[in-house]
């Protein structure tokens, strides 16, 4: 008797969960690209490929609530946003330089994030990619 006092103490301990709780899929992958996209990777700035390497680092940090913070090419992360749609993952964000401001967006391609970055104050648009590192 006293087993079966202790099962039924030990099942109402249990928090309950709605029959209708599954995962949505949707959601999960789109949580496991966040995280793909989430820490350190260095950004290939070459205009050309056949240029020297010349390379900066991008650091970025996505909150619960889809808000992105970190850095780029060593200035902070002002406002950033990360999204999920037409199956892809992407991040979007403003930096600055204290001289004017610059606007990047990249996408999560096959473990490399691909993207670009518009000068608005010095007229330039530059696509770039970027690895782990």
Known sequence: MIGLLLAAAAASAQPSQPANSAVDPAKAAAQAAYAAMEGTWSVDLR?????????????????????????????????????????????????????????????LVEGKMVGMTWSEGRGFVLPWTATRG
Do not use: W
């Not at 680092?57 to 406002?79: K, N, Q």
């Open 47 to 107: 205009p050309s490929l056949d240029d020297a390497p010349y390379s900066k680092p991008m650091v970025l940090h996505i909150a619960a609530d889809r808000s992105l913070t970190g850095s780029f090419y060593e200035s902070d992360i002002l406002a950033g946003r990360v999204g999920t749609a037409q199956g892809r993952s992407c991040v979007a964000f403003r930096t600055t330089d204290g001289n004017g401001f610059y606007h990047t967006s990249a996408c």
